[in-house]
């Protein structure tokens, strides 16, 4: 096996066109790697909330492709990798699902107030895929949830930068500014904290999806004044295994999102057309 290389591991499909909506620190990135090349894959538009913006990105990295509006998306693209504010997803993902083609989709907690969009997947025979993002070890978990999970636990602890202006840290009247030792500031599911924590707990949700569920799954939140990475701890105990799993993410110029995130994308679009899948 040492001697296969990723080239060897790529397949010869016809080309796949994909779409990107949002180019932030993500959607860039991503953009990046297609326009660099990614097998059987090429990238045909962006859509973005300031489309001069946008352009002056891509042709600054020079992958310069049409910026169009969300609605101009579905009919140029087989795929869209929506990498937009979680309000957006369902105007986003509809018109591909509706087509019978693919969503990959960042903002997983949308799909807790957006259920339909997962009825309407199957309905027309479209694909709803949500990346590993700024976690670790879906596949054991999903491959746990075979069986019987007992119970799911993460804690998630960030810098303070980057829980300032959560919708439930607001709401609550937690004030988190001038913290001088770590502070839990959430216990829940993952579904509540989709809610208060729209632009950070996203993998929480992919977690609950993979394992026992939303609102079975538990989860801590902590703002910590000596943190400069967003860090993940998530014990899993069920039928088949009992296992623990630590991440801690160097972030990007964007400290809700980890550098990894857009990697799992990249990875995610690259297995779309491998002949070889490593990894459940």
């Avoid at 986003?92 to 259920?115: D, M, Q």
């Avoid at 913290?179 to 904290?193: W, Y």
Wanted: aromatic share 2%; charged share 20%.
């Amino acid at each position: 096996m040492n001697s296969i290389t990723k080239q060897e591991t790529e397949g010869s499909h016809s080309q796949l066109r994909v779409a990107i909506a949002g180019l932030g620190t993500v959607g860039l990135k991503v953009a990046e790697a297609l326009g660099a090349g990614l097998p059987g894959m090429k990238l045909v538009a962006v859509s973005a909330k300031d489309r001069a913006v946008a352009a002056q990105r891509l042709t600054q990295c020079g992958h310069a492709v049409p910026v169009v509006s969300i609605g101009d998306l579905e009919p140029l693209a087989d795929i869209v990798v929506e990498c937009a504010p979680s309000s957006i997803f369902p105007e986003i993902a509809e018109p591909f699902l509706r087509a019978g083609k693919t969503v990959i989709a960042l903002s997983a907690g949308a799909l807790l107030t957006n259920e339909r969009l997962v009825e309407l997947a199957r309905e027309c025979g479209g694909k709803l895929i949500v990346p590993t993002g700024a976690l670790l070890g879906l596949d054991a978990v999903s491959a746990a949830a075979e069986g019987k999970i007992h119970s799911v636990h993460m804690v998630t602890r960030k810098p303070v930068r980057g829980l300032v202006g959560a919708p439930y840290l607001t709401e609550n009247k937690i004030s988190i500014s001038d913290i001088t030792q770590p502070l839990r500031v959430f216990k829940g599911s993952p579904r509540e904290a989709a809610i208060g924590f729209p632009a950070n707990l996203n993998v929480a949700v992919a977690l609950g999806l993979a394992g026992i569920g939303v609102d079975d799954t538990v989860l801590e939140i902590w703002a910590d004044p000596n943190l400069e990475r967003n860090t993940h701890t998530i014990e899993v105990v069920s039928d088949s295994a009992t296992f623990r799993m630590y991440i801690e993410n160097i972030p990007t110029d964007n400290p809700k999102t980890g550098r990894i995130t857009a990697q799992s994308v990249i990875s995610c679009l690259r297995k779309l057309t491998t002949h070889l899948h490593v990894g459940s």
